[in-house]
């Protein structure tokens, strides 16, 4: 096939042009306008009105390195199970590090596989109940994946209101239509659901990371098994809290190694590592090999983090304790804020949001704490899905009760006008 030459294309053979003659010579006009070029656009003009707007909501964000020893207490990591610094888990990243390497040089599919990769998927699929797994370099990265692998043309994503923006932002790239429903009701799940013919794919966070709150996964898969409908499940917030000895959400709701299930984790949480996973039937890990972008494309997990990781994993199987711990601080935390007349939410996994007044105000809250010692989170539109600013709060199996006391002692002293009910 010949295609038609385009204007300009080098390819192109062009007609010799005629020789250039100088226009006529003119004396300059004493009236003309001096000749000035026209001013350069600025590409990024926008951006700084959108931080104009963002100062004025009081919504701007900014980085603050740590110290090497972190906060004397902190409260705003996802250190669930205090296993990050626990000396099984460096001594084995640092020891991946120097046997493998700082990184995994390649993807997966090509060099970025090792057999420290290959154990953790492994262990992790025993651990989870589930046929299979497969690591990759972020939770994010992970959610990514389940979504637009797992949903077809044509097909219908069913996703909750209150999902992760990992989720969200898999809806967006997915080729099937996306129907965001209430936040935990399974009746919006069944009336999205129903009379849809083709593939279908319901999304939600077990554990959601704003408030806390837990997904109501034992009454939504019935609903999802009834239309045909495959259930993805989001555990970052529920691996190592969840289930029997830290399981994660699918074990504790009976769904896990279920053939119509899938779940995803993050091993940054309670395995106090880096990176994520997809677990499920062998058959979906073996088209996400095929077809996920974020696992074809990206490099590979550093092998540091999955050795630290498998340690951190082995360290939970040996001590089953720990979510119970994690679970403990959080109530108890819950329950004095609350008898201090703080308005917060009650925790179902780990996670406690203590809401504040107004942005502004929840700012204000988190800077106090931290110049008291205490590294809370703060949350602010647009991250929250209800318009409503918050501390977050996450519980550690490693607090002590001095620690629990000094938390609770500065977040109600530097509670701004308004936070008390």
């Excluded at 250039?20 to 004396?27: L, R």
């Excluded at 779940?263 to 880096?274: E, H, P, Y």
């Excluded at 050795?307 to 108890?332: D, N, Q, S, T, W």
């Amino acid at each position: 096939m010949t295609l038609d030459p385009r204007p300009g294309d080098r390819s192109t053979p062009r007609a010799p042009r005629p020789p250039a003659t100088a226009p006529p010579a003119t004396a300059p006009s004493a009236t003309a306008a001096p000749v000035t070029a026209p001013a350069a656009r600025d590409p990024f003009g926008w951006i700084d009105e959108r931080a104009r707007a963002r100062r004025r909501a009081g919504l701007v964000r900014t980085l603050r390195p740590r110290a090497a020893d972190a906060a004397p207490l902190d409260l705003a990591g996802n250190d669930y199970l205090g296993l990050t610094r626990h000396p099984e888990v460096t001594r084995a990243a640092a020891d991946a590090a120097l046997r493998w390497g700082a990184g995994s040089t390649g993807s997966r599919l090509v060099t970025g596989t090792t057999a420290l990769h290959a154990e953790l998927e492994a262990e992790l699929a025993a651990f989870c109940g589930f046929e299979s797994a497969l690591v990759f370099a972020s939770g994010y990265a992970a959610n990514l994946a389940a979504v637009t692998a797992l949903s077809a043309p044509g097909g219908l994503i069913v996703s909750d209101a209150g999902n992760h923006a990992s989720l969200i932002d898999g809806c967006r790239l997915a080729r099937a239509t996306t129907e965001v429903v209430a936040h935990r009701d399974p009746d919006t799940v069944r009336k999205a659901l129903a009379g849809h013919e083709g593939p279908a794919l319901v999304v939600t966070d077990s554990v959601f990371s704003v408030d806390g709150d837990a997904a109501p996964l034992a009454r939504l898969a019935p609903v999802c098994r009834a239309a045909g409908a495959a259930l993805l499940i989001d555990d970052a917030h529920g691996l190592g809290v969840l289930g029997e000895g830290g399981r994660g959400a699918a074990d504790a709701a009976g769904l896990a190694g279920a053939p119509d299930v899938v779940c995803t984790v993050t091993l940054s949480k309670a395995l106090g590592s880096q990176g994520g996973a997809v677990l499920g039937p062998a058959r979906v890990v073996e088209h996400l090999v095929n077809a996920a972008r974020t696992f074809i494309f990206d490099t590979g997990l550093a092998p540091a983090a999955a050795a630290g990781a498998l340690a951190a994993l082995r360290v939970l199987r040996r001590e089953p304790e720990r979510p119970g711990r994690a679970h403990g601080v959080a109530r108890e935390l819950y329950d004095r804020l609350t008898g201090a007349g703080l308005d917060a939410v009650a925790p179902d996994a780990c996670v406690l949001s203590v809401l504040a007044p107004a942005p502004e105000a929840a700012l204000r809250w988190a800077a106090d704490c931290r110049d008291e010692g205490l590294a809370v989170g703060c949350f602010r539109p647009p991250s929250v899905p209800d318009g409503i600013s918050r501390l977050r709060l996450t519980a550690r199996a490693d607090l002590t009760g001095e620690q629990i006391d000094r938390a609770v002692e500065v977040i109600v002293r530097t509670a701004p006008r308004g936070a008390r009910r």
